[in-house]
T-cell receptor, first 113, second 114 residues
Framework: EAGVTQFPSHSVIEKGQTVTLRCDPI?????LYWYRRVMGKEIKFLLH????????ESGMPNNRFLAERTGGTYSTLKVQPAELEDSGVYFC???????????FGQGTRLTVV | QQQVKQSPQSLIVQKGGISIINCAYE??????FPWYQQFPGKGPALLIA?????SEKKEGRFTISFNKSAKQFSLHIMDSQPGDSATYFC?????????????FGRGTQLTVWP
């Protein structure tokens, strides 16, 4: 069974550009989470989808970040326009139910220059 | 404001030794405390987890010790091996919240020398 898959693995963009990160959760997992780790700091929660609905987006830093989960399958996280402080590793995780383990993807390393 | 504080930031242990990583929290609503292990280029993977109704949980060489009154928990890796070299994150989740909504510590980079 495939795990959580994230694309791309790495992305280097210039300040002001737009980047879209993609996450494919484990098949059948209704819950999907986005996290971010800025270098040297903790992994921080960004938001939580249940199917296609945003359950909790309290961790989204600002309105330059837009997450979607069309049809309740894969999810995208768009950053527009990107700023230097957006650099970090973005993780996606998924879980089958609210009270089951969350499995993480390998992450997307975003570098804004 | 960091909800879970983790120490040390890095740890070097000789093969066969004991690795100990500590975490502390303030939020008494936390009732699920997992440890994640991350290898380079991979995502964090659940290693072991504990609920506050027990003071210790052991799985193989990995043990979580939990002190509810002190609001502290720690990971002990017995007979540490070079293959244990990785970054370890402690985390916590709220009572009644989804287990995927986690508050993480900053991570400990463990190096086990052969």
């Amino acid at each position: 069974e495939a795990g959580v898959t994230q694309f791309p693995s790495h992305s280097v963009i210039e300040k002001g550009q737009t980047v879209t990160l993609r996450c494919d959760p484990i098949s059948g997992h209704d819950n999907l989470y986005w996290y971010r780790r800025v270098m040297g700091k903790e992994i921080k929660f960004l938001l939580h989808f249940v199917k296609e609905s945003k359950q909790d987006e309290s961790g989204m830093p600002n309105n330059r970040f837009l997450a979607e989960r069309t049809g309740g399958t894969y999810s995208t996280l768009k950053v527009q326009p990107a700023e230097l402080e957006d650099s970090g590793v973005y993780f996606c995780a998924s879980s089958q139910a609210w009270n089951t383990e969350a499995f993480f993807g390998q992450g997307t390393r975003l570098t804004v220059v | 404001q960091q909800q879970v504080k983790q120490s040390p930031q890095s740890l070097i242990v000789q093969k066969g030794g004991i690795s100990i990583i500590n975490c502390a929290y303030e939020n008494t609503a936390f009732d699920y405390f997992p440890w994640y292990q991350q290898f380079p280029g991979k995502g964090p993977a659940l290693l072991i987890a504990i609920r506050p109704d027990v003071s210790e949980k052991k799985e193989g060489r990995f043990t979580i010790s939990f002190n509810k009154s002190a609001k502290q928990f720690s990971l002990h890796i017995m007979d540490s091996q070079p293959g244990d070299s990785a970054t370890y994150f402690c985390a916590a989740a709220d009572r009644g919240s989804t287990l995927g909504r986690l508050y993480f510590g900053r991570g400990t980079q463990l190096t086990v020398w052969p």
